[in-house]
């Protein structure tokens, strides 16, 4: 195995590139790659010299026929799209076919590319997207090893990471087979998101957070990601994985471990991802009665969905830690399909004063985290009513940070994380032991899971999701969380 050349630090300074991405004429590479390349490259962030290969068992046709695919795709996804910046990254794009049975061309057309960049062969860096099929992981990892496309490469690995705990530490051998671990880059793209990583600054640079920021102050933690879409064709993948595996898995889980860690003491890689870890070693196996399974009437219409299958697409489940700083607090995940509106909400619920001032109409605070792609933090409190008597009322603190900061340079997610690849930068990415780890926790619900209970289109779930959480979800109960 051959591990990355450590020469270059992380800097804007990036070093010349083969970009080998798999799965290139699929929709992830349509919406999300591609477009993050041509922004990478808009704002100067790509290297000097650098190739693009598009890789697959089909091919699209000739390179200019792929080419002009690519082009009509990012006219539709890119706002005030720059021709000239459009033109100069496709010049560099080529497609080239292969399989796990046969990448002999495709190391050949890797090799030719890195020949004529003018550079040692030596000194270019590979980097390997892996948008593939879960069941085609391994086999195309082998077949990277064998034909040496590891050689000083950086292989990026899109989720599900397994679908259980056995396959997941498969797939990790099977990598561990051909690369190390600091080769490894399992994309997670809500890590990406400017918001999840203002969690960490919102709690560490603020006095008025973390001296609060544990049991003695937070009732409860609500992580809810509802969205409105149904299947969009992916009825298929959702039937080999369903929502436990697609989103509590990875995001949900990613989210709290960002939300509960410890002080990390440096914001390098390693003690970022060492605190992240530690809090996945206190989570406390998933409880199947405190977790609620769902599915949206008509999901089973889909033409790839099985016409009996109990397949959940809706999950809300309560995760307990076992130490100090989260011990008795509830976590409250809830994701799922085809639900009332789209969101990406954090909800911190702070303990109601113990003061007899106000007695029972003394409430909670609230602190609202919206993981949107310019981060709000919201904070519901209590004033004084304005008039004679001392009555409470409602009031609300709002901070749009794209509004206070109106000259930033917001990256989006996959824009942000290939950046972070290039550079060799682990930071936002997931380790095997954070994995390993999250499987042993979600093993309870994979072997006994709860009855799939059916819910409308439109609405918020079962409604015994709906009486999970102490005092209901934050989400959908007020007007401005439709």
């Known amino acids: 195995m051959t591990s990355p050349d450590p020469r270059d630090p992380r800097t804007d300074t990036v070093p010349p590139h083969v970009l080998v991405l798999f799965g290139a004429t699929g929709d992830l590479a349509a919406r999300k790659l591609f477009p993050g390349l041509y922004r990478l490259a808009a704002a100067g962030r790509l290297p000097e010299e650098y190739a693009v290969i598009g890789s697959g068992r089909h091919s699209p046709g000739s390179d200019a026929e ?48 890195e020949s004529s960049m003018g550079a040692d062969a030596d000194d270019v860096r590979r980097l390997v997207y892996l948008s593939i099929p879960p069941a085609a992981m ?35 051998a099977a990598l561990k087979e051909v690369v190390d671990e600091d080769q490894v880059f399992r994309i997670d793209h809500f890590l990406g998101k400017e918001a999840v990583q203002n969690i960490l600054a919102l709690r560490f640079a603020n006095g008025l957070f973390e001296p609060s920021w544990n049991a003695r102050h937070v009732e409860s933690v ?6 409105e879409l149904g299947l969009e064709g992916r009825g298929s993948f959702y039937e080999s994985t369903g929502c436990l595996r697609d989103m509590i ?102 303990r109601t004063p113990t003061s007899a001032l106000f007695g029972e109409t003394a409430g909670c605070n609230e602190l609202v985290l919206e993981l949107t792609d310019s981060p709000q933090v919201r904070v519901d409190l209590q004033g004084k009513k304005p008039g004679p008597e001392m009555e409470l009322a409602a009031a609300t603190m709002c901070l749009d940070l794209g509004d206070a900061v109106p000259d930033a340079d917001p990256l989006e997610a996959y824009e942000r994380l ?19 780890r999250i499987w042993q926790v979600c093993q309870p619900l994979l072997d006994s899971p709860p009855e799939v209970q059916p819910y409308e289109q439109g609405s918020w779930g079962p409604s015994a999701a709906l009486e999970l959480p102490p005092g209901g979800w934050h989400v959908g109960r007020h007007a401005h969380d439709g």
């Open 66 to 113: 792929f080419r002009d695919r690519l082009r009509k795709g990012l006219q539709d996804t890119v706002e005030d799209l720059d021709e000239d910046v459009a033109e100069q990254l496709l010049s560099r794009v080529t497609f080239c076919t292969s399989d796990a049975e046969d990448g002999g061309e495709l190391a050949a057309a890797v090799r030719e590319a």
């Open 138 to 172: 391994e086999p195309m990892i082998a077949m990277l090893g064998k034909e040496g496309l590891t050689e000083r490469a950086r292989l990026v690995v899109e989720k599900p990471f397994g679908l259980d705990l056995e396959s997941s530490r498969s797939l990790d």
């Open 222 to 227: 609500q992580i809810d990601v509802p969205e």
């Open 249 to 350: 898995s990875t995001h949900l889980m990613q989210i709290l471990g960002f939300v509960a860690l410890e002080d990390p003491g440096a914001g390098d890689a390693e003690s970022l991802r060492d605190a992240k870890s530690a809090v996945f070693e206190k989570v406390l196996p998933l409880d199947p009665e405190r977790a609620v399974f769902g599915q949206f009437e008509g999901y089973r219409d889909d033409e790839d969905v099985d016409d009996d299958s109990d397949v959940e697409t809706f999950v809300a489940l309560e995760v307990r830690l076992d130490c100090d700083r989260w011990r008795d607090v509830p976590f409250l995940l809830r994701t799922g399909k085809a639900l009332a509106a789209t969101r990406r909400t954090v909800t911190v619920r702070f």
């Open 418 to 436: 290939v950046l972070d690849v290039l550079r060799g930068d682990q930071t936002l990415f997931t380790r095997a032991d954070e994995v390993d």
